[in-house]
Structures are given as structure tokens and as C-alpha cells.
């Protein structure tokens, strides 16, 4: 039996919106063009919550200048210096944890980090995870205990 989990079908909708939101970065895609071509092509969408995937990509590409400024302040460097990969999943996460308190902070920085460690750099992951840990801390400070 192997050790890896199955991944739930938020994880997947997660996985599939950090590529909706890549491919609108770098191609500014509309968001409708996107959810098209993901549910023409399936794209695993059938696996995942398509539900759960519209409403992420469509809030965080509503969200992204809002999300953007809520992110800078802990971000090292300018955000037009950041890794395509790295911003889409840092959007998501400052998505989740802003508009979506019915999940865990915890596992909005998990679920990025593993998102970092299979489509970012490598060690992406750390500051994915130091950002959005510190951007929990700011916004869900009851919940993180800070």
C-alpha cells in the first residue's frame, strides 16, 4: 500500500485554480476563457470540486489587487520580481485565508506549501510558507493565536 494520500477534491480544485491563475498572469486570460478551457479539456476537473475551482479562480482574479496589497508587506521583494508559480499560489492562499474562515489557516498554508513543493522552485515552498504564515497571523489573529 503507498504512503501518499489521495488528494481531496478541494486539493485538486486548488491544484487546477494555481494553473488557471498562472496562465492568467502570464497570458492575462479571462477567467471565463479559463474555466472554459479547464472544463473542455477536463484537466482533472472531474476528479476535483469544479464548484469550489470557479469560485477560487474568480475570486482570487476579482481579489488580486486587494490580495496583492495584503501580501507586499511580507513579501522580501517586489512582487513583480516574483516567480509566476510562486504569486499564483500566494494569491490563492491570501484568497483562502481572507474570503473562505471556514477553512483552517493551517490548512490554507499546507495546502500552498504542497502546491510550492510541486510546481515551484526549489525551496519555493519556504517562502510561500513564511509568507502566508505571517499574512494568517495578520488577518485570522484569534485563530493563529497572534
Known amino acids: 500500500m503507498s504512503g501518499a494520500q489521495p488528494q481531496s477534491r478541494r486539493g485538486l480544485a486548488r ?3 494555481v494553473q488557471a491563475v498562472y496562465q492568467w498572469l502570464i497570458n492575462q486570460t479571462a477567467p ?3 474555466l472554459r ?3 473542455e479539456q477536463d484537466a482533472g476537473l472531474g476528479r476535483a470540486d469544479p464548484a469550489y475551482f470557479e469560485e477560487l479562480l474568480n475570486g482570487v482574479v476579482d481579489q488580486a489587487s486587494e490580495l496583492t496589497v495584503a501580501l507586499v508587506p511580507h513579501l522580501d521583494r517586489p ?3 516574483l516567480d509566476p508559480v510562486e504569486h499564483a499560489i500566494l494569491l490563492l492562499g491570501a484568497y483562502e485565508l481572507a474570503h473562505k474562515p471556514e477553512v483552517p489557516w493551517k490548512v490554507v498554508v499546507n ?3 504542497n502546491l510550492a513543493k510541486t510546481f515551484g ?3 519555493g515552498f519556504k517562502f510561500v510558507n513564511g ?3 505571517r499574512l494568517a497571523h495578520q488577518l485570522r ?3 493563529t493565536g497572534g
Open 15 to 17: 491544484r487546477l485554480t
Open 32 to 34: 471565463s476563457a479559463l
Open 37 to 39: 478551457q479547464f472544463h
Open 79 to 81: 512582487i513583480a520580481q
Open 111 to 113: 495546502e500552498s506549501v
Open 121 to 123: 522552485s526549489e525551496d
Open 131 to 133: 509568507v502566508l504564515d
Open 141 to 143: 489573529p484569534v485563530e
